[in-house]
């Protein structure tokens, strides 16, 4: 990909990530991880990190920013899809992409919500209290898993198909230039 080509791209994947999680939206519903991850499959490597973590710091500029720890978790979370990508990188099929969608997403889930039972004062540090946490936690997990398999379809999907048609055009002026 040319230079110029992936800076379009990172400015339209980091604008449009932050403008999703700057209107109104259900909770939990926004494109972050997937572009993680599409970042990690697509993208040179160090934009699998730079990107969702830029677009969180900037949009939570706007935000505002919350307990630290709970915000490494979140951060972090958006670190491991990037690093998932990664590593899924070299086996291009559907069944490995929507596999890892559902594994980020439970990962954010397990990750994020431990640590507001561990840092925040709003769960009792006990068993029930945790049971109590994921329990509520449900109906953001749902938000969570809908929203990382819509933007990770559209984002994939996009892709695959420019990538399909610019792929077609070449080889058609290929195929006349031969003839």
Known sequence: ???????????????????????????????????????????????????????????????????????????????????????????RNVVTVITSTLLISLSFFLITNLAVWLFSPWYAHDWPGLVLCYTLAVPFFRNTLMGNLFFVGILFGSYELVRAGLTKKVLIKTLIKTN
């Open 1 to 91: 990909m040319k230079k110029s080509s992936l800076f379009l791209l990172l400015i339209i994947l980091a604008s449009s990530a932050i403008v999703v999680r700057l209107i109104p939206h259900p909770a939990n519903f926004t494109p972050v991880a997937a572009i993680a991850l599409f970042a990690g499959y697509y993208l040179p490597k160090k934009w699998a990190i730079i990107l969702p973590l830029a677009v969180m710091l900037i949009s939570d500029l706007f935000i505002g920013f919350y307990e630290w720890k709970l915000m490494l978790a979140v951060y972090g979370c958006l670190a491991l899809a990037g690093i998932i990508g990664i590593i899924i990188r070299n086996r």
